[in-house]
DNA sequence: CCGTAATATCGTATATTTACGATATACGAT
DNA sequence: ATCGTATATCGTAAATATACGATATTACGG
């Protein structure tokens, strides 16, 4: 039932799965890719290229706010997305240190 | 209502994100991270370590062998798990490439 | 063959995610 | 002040994820 046994994991691995899961829908993934190509990241420019409503994608959006991946810069009456790279390092620097030492059995 | 338009996002989008997916949840962070440490990686010895039923922890790994993160290889009356370092080579390249011209509006 | 141990699967309850349209808010221009 | 544009939030329906106990499966030892 989705008991939120989460105070049994570490600091660490309750973060690196929160931001796994910022990236865990395709979307959210086309919208990082989007930030980086484009040299235009109003929040206009990504809907139009997203098969999904305008809503939704604002929805996108503040998932990977909530996670530090992306940052908001208010534009006049539009808002820019950029992403954010240290939490992006901090994030690869993690996913390293998980798996350093791959052994198996 | 999650209508799946993941026909609209590519094959790698789609990837990426399913990996992510996979690596969403504390327990399977931690999963990875004890089979890299443990030099015994039965079922049972990530059972002990994590906070959750026998048939919870077999459902996490479930999630991480359909994605290809972890093989089972069976042993006995036993299950060994291990990580496969390919599919993580992959994983951590494709975000790399994600990332590679970061820069913002 | 039978019992035991290890693991997987089933059934199911609850929580969370995803999606959309409708509405609210914020800002610049007239 | 009002209008139009850009974005966020609300309400909500359907899908998926998470968790557990109960049960099935598999393999070995006797």
């Known amino acids: 039932m989705a008991k939120a046994k ?7 691995e309750i973060w690196l799965a929160d ?3 910022s990236l865990s829908h395709p979307a959210r993934i086309a919208i990082l890719k989007l930030l980086t190509e484009l040299d235009n990241c109003m929040v206009g420019s990504i809907v139009e290229q997203l098969p999904l409503s305008q809503s939704t994608v ?7 706010k909530r996670v530090g991946l992306i940052d908001g810069e208010i534009d006049g009456p539009r ?3 950029c992403v954010n790279a240290n939490v992006l390092i901090r994030a690869k620097k993690a ?5 350093s ?3 198996c059995c």
């Open 6 to 12: 989460t105070d049994e994991f570490t600091a660490d």
């Open 19 to 21: 931001v796994a899961k």
């Open 58 to 64: 604002s929805q996108h959006l503040k998932e990977l």
């Open 79 to 81: 808002v820019c997305y």
């Open 95 to 99: 996913l390293d240190k998980l798996f």
């Open 101 to 103: 030492k791959i052994g």
